[in-house]
């Protein structure tokens, strides 16, 4: 039984804090149910002129002109105003709606860019998005429908009562009694449904990922005649998602439309008794039985209305949940400590004994300690997993550290703004991400750099020659990814992106996978001149590219276990020997015996 | 309506289903008609002061008795059409499963899988719409609608119901013309959400990159631009949305004001009662659904064709690679032959590889080099029939790779492709991908030749880590050894390596290499890589350029050769001896 408690009370706090985002345009949102109301009161008060007309006039025989048409017009009036206003109250509120939508996403996505790596190398890119734009969706569909269905059902039903008190309060008492069976349907088919709908998406969303990942893996499973069994396993997940369907729609059979008719029509059974019985007494009003009938016809759109919105709703508040466990997230990119704000000048960079540890658990880092002057190339050089790329995240700031201290020109990494570190500390990454736009907007990104500036950097790299050759240059288009683009030509690119900045300190993850030949000298050319006068850490894979450095130190399981430039390591014999002759394998006799 | 045509096969197939939903569902429309003139019969009576405690109460039975008959006539024809268009979905899906299965490599690079997916999600539920909704609204706007004007006409008045209805066919056309407006804006609306979309995945992919150059704040206002433009298109959709129903009530309203005036002159005139009149009203209420289905039944039925067809052109698209008439089922086995004196792939006008040919000897490792896009993928894709030739052939022990059955060609072929794909599933089941029922030793066995074992019981659940769950990410390297375990779990009599080590250490590729020589005795390994370590072991080493084989020979004889060969190993070790020889000179 304390399960369902908990679960309550998280879904009211959820539900608050949801509401919450309804002040944020009050103004709006207070127009539109005023709207509403107005136009909930003209459609109200249109049974009652009729009521009033067969009342006083057509059981009568008695055809004043004059009063007659002030009537019709007042029946037609009250109905113009009814369609104008609802129009314009649905769409404030879907403004409202959407408005509020639009600042929860850039809320969410703001947070989301301040969120540090830790978080970005805990949640699967994919659902990421999906938070920000699917989630973000179904809140949207809680405002805009289930709200506005909600708001304007609850006013148009209290105005249904508001108008069967005035004609007749006794009857409007009884016709309260249905209140009970309404709400309780409401709350039984809600209860139901949520179960049924939650099985359905979970099932739809495996279907979606089996076909997503067989349509991306068909190479693979073609090639290892697999064709047979995933068809069966795509067809049982099929099967199970259709049996949930199923049970949905037996659920909407049997508690949606057809329930709600049946209460529908012990409403007209009681009015129909009560006017009935009463006509064995006395004489009964037809315009008031009239107005009823009428009333309760109405009175159970909005009811269908609401209860086709509450799996809406439900979804709503399963992904308000994700947004808010998003927006919460305390795994913050870390930001400058102290008011000091130092400048980065020389570019000298000291690790002192620096652990650290992704998962608190296993240290990637243990005790490193080393310093790149002014103008220095520091490389690392070890397996995979040997901490090089950790080296580089906590240089640049992507994480935290507890324990030891990164220095630059004397100050602590933590003490320099977010801007002074991006402008002043280039990295280029392995993977170099272009965005969609053209060429010069890549290079450029969203800094003020001059068109002179963004050619002058792409010719330090040597991008200019393939940049020049493409049809619009650095207009050219880029796609997705930049999938137009060789792997080589997307790293000169990257290149001159970060050249652009004229950093002091370069920061460089050597790309691993193999480039052709021609596009490597290419790179390896630029790399040199980029790395000229300024401190440079370097991630190597090719022992090859990094024999002029400074310093090489070599990583095996987080430890730094050999520092040296090339020579004095090689006469080491130790573990970078080794992974020299290993690169080197055919010709290390001639190594050895030069 | 051509849908419903279409879909005749289904309808054939489960018409059962379809005529006893129909008819529930007629019975079910005519059954509503009764409370109406129930109510009328009511107000007369009470009108007349002819209602007697006994009519009352029978009349209030029979109520009754209609309202728990139209539950159950509402339950089964709701499970029939419902619930068969579901069962619709469901075949086509596993229809359209199965045919992707069938579908050949080209197929694939001609599509994006973003649109199969929504062929396979959006259009099956369109069709899926049309058999359900659309039968639904088909049926009841035609006989709800003149169930309603017929007994409107023949109980009551057929000439106040032509007077009453003057204004219900203008709400046709416009709730129709709505939804015309409402499908395109949505599609607009779509259009920017999925903009809006791309622009987060982006950002994401990106992270490093924004992180890097502090562009975070630049990628807010960008990402705050894309949201107020889909602020903007769902406004537009919502401006008709919103049109809907104003509309309805304004024109029922009409109707309503029609039916009073001209039913209250019948009144006085005699030719009608005020219950009459009242019932008469009920029903002209009763008429707004079928009306509006009518509207409804136009989008619904024009989706659900549009989408239909999507996917009819979808499945009438035959693989372009069978196995031929004939063709033989036996494992073919032996020294493999190329001779392709030109191929391109289908609708490209470039050839990709040119005066193909040679033989490697069963058992024999071939290495494949060159630069990027010099054919080597091609070359390989070939042996395994992903494209067929159009000239010259490719032969196992002699016989021609499609004299046998492709069933028979993958069994002889392990393939380990380049981007490395692997499914949501335990890193066992990942690795016995192609043989399921292998045993966990066997597993463990390839895992520990691709070198992966080690790395397998570092993770949190070993051999039973669910590939891509949250917290576990496979680096580049690992799911390359898992997909050489997965190719040698197989044991085929030919082993493809396609650029498959690219992403594995120096130390690593040797491993792997060794220990294939060692393991796959009498048993052909084809090579094709970057880094030229990786096949300088072979028996016979192509260097491709421009699709040609430029040079071919052992490692040895193609250092002697001087070629591209010999001056790209030099380059690599020159380069480095140079400089260490200079330093240590000088």
């Known amino acids: 039984m304390a399960e369902p408690v908990i679960e309550n009370q998280t879904h009211h706090h959820v539900f608050r804090r949801l509401m919450g985002y309804l002040k944020l345009d009050k103004k709006s949102l207070t127009l539109a149910i005023l709207l509403l109301i107005i136009a909930t009161g003209a459609d109200v008060l249109g049974p009652i002129i009729m009521k009033v007309f067969i009342d006083g006039y057509l059981t009568k025989r008695y055809f004043p002109t004059a009063p007659l048409v002030l009537l019709a017009v007042a029946f037609i009036a009250a109905y113009g105003v009814s369609a104008l206003f609802h129009y314009y109250q649905m769409v404030l509120f879907q403004k409202v709606a959407l408005n509020i939508i639009q600042k929860m996403r850039v809320q969410v996505f703001s947070k989301v860019q301040h969120l540090g790596l830790t978080f970005f190398d805990q949640t699967p890119g994919g659902s990421l998005v999906s938070r920000i734009t699917n989630d973000t969706e179904a809140i949207k569909e809680l405002f805009v429908s289930v709200l506005s269905a909600f708001l304007s059902s609850g006013v148009t039903m209290i105005g249904i009562f508001a108008g069967m008190f005035f004609l007749d309060v006794r009857m409007a008492l009884i016709c309260l009694v249905l209140m009970p069976f309404i709400l309780f349907l409401m709350w039984w088919y809600g209860r139901l449904s949520s179960a049924v709908y939650r099985v359905t998406r979970a099932k739809l969303s495996q279907l979606n990922a089996k076909l997503n990942e067989s349509l991306q893996g068909m190479a693979i499973i073609q090639a290892m005649r697999q064709e047979k069994r995933l068809r069966d396993e795509f067809g049982r997940i099929n099967e199970a998602h259709k049996v949930s369907r199923l049970k949905n729609v037996k659920l909407n059979a049997l508690m949606l439309r057809s329930a709600v008719y049946s209460v529908y029509l012990l409403g007209l059974i009681l009015i129909l008794s009560f006017f009935g019985i009463q006509s064995f007494a006395g004489v009964v009003s037809i315009g008031v039985l009239y107005a009823f009938v009428n009333y309760l016809d109405r009175f159970f759109d909005p009811v269908n209305q609401i209860m086709q919105q509450l799996t809406l709703y439900q979804e709503a508040m399963v992904s308000a949940e994700r947004v808010f466990g998003l927006l919460d997230d305390k795994r913050m990119a870390p930001i400058q400590i102290g008011q000091h704000s130092p400048k980065i000048h020389e570019g000298k960079v000291e690790f002192r004994d620096v652990s650290f540890s992704y998962d608190g658990k296993t240290d990637v880092l243990k005790h490193i300690s080393f310093t790149a002057n002014p103008g220095e190339t520091v490389a690392l050089v070890g397996h995979t997993g040997s901490g090089k790329s950790s080296i580089i995240n906590l240089l640049m700031r992507f994480y935290s550290i507890d324990r030891g201290e990164i220095v630059i ?15 002043r500390v280039g990295l280029v990454l392995q993977d170099s991400f272009l965005f969609v736009g053209d060429v010069a907007s890549n290079i450029r990104l969203s800094r003020s750099v001059s068109e002179a500036d963004v050619r002058e950097a792409a010719n330090f790299v040597q991008a200019d020659a393939f940049i020049e050759k493409l049809p619009q240059q650095y207009q050219e288009a880029i796609g997705e990814r930049g999938a137009t683009f060789s792997s080589g030509q997307r790293q000169l690119l990257a290149f001159a992106r970060t050249m652009t900045l004229k950093p002091k300190i370069l920061v460089l993850d050597e790309a691993t996978a193999s480039v052709d030949t021609e596009t490597e000298e ?3 050319l630029a790399l040199s001149k980029m790395r000229q006068g300024r401190t440079t850490i370097a991630i190597a894979h090719r022992l090859s590219t990094i024999q002029d450095a400074d310093q090489i130190l070599v990583l095996h399981r987080g430890e730094i276990v050999e520092r040296g430039n090339h020579q004095t390591l090689l006469e080491k014999h130790g573990l970078y020997y080794q992974m020299y002759q290993l690169q080197h394998g055919a010709d290390q006799e001639k190594v050895v015996h030069r | 309506m051509r849908i419903f ?70 339950y089964i024809w709701r499970q029939f059409i419902f619930g068969t268009s579901v069962l619709l979905g469901q075949q086509l899906r596993n229809t359209l499963y199965r045919h992707f299965t069938k579908l050949s490599p080209d197929f694939y690079q001609k599509h994006r899988i973003g649109d199969l997916m929504a062929h396979a999600t959006n259009d099956i539920n369109a069709v899926q719409q049309a058999a359900g909704d659309g039968i639904l609204t088909l049926v009841d706007s035609i006989t709800m609608g003149a169930m309603v004007i017929l007994t409107m006409v023949v109980m009551i008045n057929w000439k106040l119901t032509i007077i009453a209805l003057l204004p219900m066919p203008v709400m046709a056309l416009l709730t129709m013309h709505y939804g015309n407006l409402l499908h395109k804006r949505f599609g607009v609306a779509q259009e920017a959400f999925s903009d809006l979309n791309d622009k987060v995945q982006e950002n994401v992919s990106g992270v490093r990159v924004v992180k890097a150059f502090g562009e975070e704040e630049a990628q807010i206002e960008s990402f705050r631009v894309a949201s107020k433009d889909v602020v903007a298109k769902n ?14 009530t304004l024109i029922v309203a009409i109707c309503f004001f029609l039916a009073l005036i001209f039913g209250s002159r019948y009144v006085i005139l005699g030719t009608m009662t005020l219950g009459q009149l009242t019932s008469f009203t009920l029903y002209l209420g009763q008429l707004v659904w079928p009306m509006l289905a009518f509207g409804f039944l136009f989008n619904t039925v024009e989706r ?18 069978v196995s031929k008439e004939g063709a033989s089922a036996v494992t073919p086995s032996g020294d493999v032959c190329y001779t392709i004196p030109d191929f391109r792939y289908p609708g490209s006008p470039d050839s990709v590889l040119q005066a193909i040919d040679f033989t490697i000897h069963q058992g024999e490792t071939l290495g494949i080099v060159g630069k990027t896009g010099a054919g080597k993928t091609t070359l390989l894709r070939l042996l395994l ?59 463990e066995r390839v895992a520990r030749l691709a070198n992966i074992h080690e790395d397998i019981l570092n993770f949190p659940d070993g ?5 891509g769950e949250r ?8 799911k390359q050894r898992i997909s050489i375990a997965r190719a040698l779990l197989a044991d085929p009599e030919i082993l493809i390596f396609d650029d498959s080590l690219s992403a594995v250490d120096a130390r690593t590729e040797v491993a792997i290499l060794q220990a294939l020589k060692k393991e796959r005795h009498n048993k052909t390994t084809m090579i094709a890589a970057h880094r030229l370590s990786a096949v300088e072991h072979a028996d016979l080493i192509l260097v491709l350029a421009d699709g040609r084989i430029a040079e071919r020979g052992t490692h040895d004889q193609l250092l002697a050769n001087q070629g591209w060969y010999a001056e790209m190993y030099a380059h690599q070790q020159l380069e480095s001896l140079v400089s260490e020889g200079g330093r240590s000179n000088g």
Do not use: C
């Open chain 2, 463 to 467: 051999y039973a880590t669910v590939v």
């Open chain 1, 409 to 423: 020109d004397g100050a602590p990494l933590t003490a320099f703004t977010n801007e002074e570190l991006r402008r």
């Open chain 2, 235 to 248: 406004m537009a959709v919502a401006k008709v949305d919103a049109l809907f129903d104003p509309t309805i």
């Open chain 2, 304 to 321: 659900g064709s549009a989408s239909y067809d999507r996917i009819q052109r979808l499945l009438a698209i035959q693989p372009v690679i």
């Open chain 2, 5 to 74: 045509y279409n879909l005749g096969w289904f309808f054939k197939q489960e018409k059962y289903r379809y005529i006893l939903g129909v008819l529930f569902l007629m019975v079910s429309s005519a059954l509503s008609l009764i409370p109406p003139y129930v109510v009328g019969v009511l107000v007369d009576g009470i009108r007349k002061r002819s209602l007697n405690p006994l009519l009352l109460s029978e009349w209030i039975g029979f109520l009754i008795l209609i309202g728990i008959i139209y539950y159950f006539t509402g």
């Open chain 1, 522 to 524: 290419a790179i390896q």
């Open chain 2, 385 to 443: 029939r992903e494209f067929d030739l159009q000239d010259g052939r490719i032969e196992i022990g002699g016989t021609s790779i499609d004299a046998v059955t492709l069933e028979a060609l993958r069994r002889a072929i392990g393939y380990v492709p380049q981007d490395h794909i692997l499914f949501s599933a335990t890193l066992s089941e990942n690795i016995a991908f192609a043989r399921p029922e292998a045993s966990q030793e066997e597993i």
């Open chain 2, 471 to 478: 917290g576990v990410t496979l680096s580049g390297g690992q």
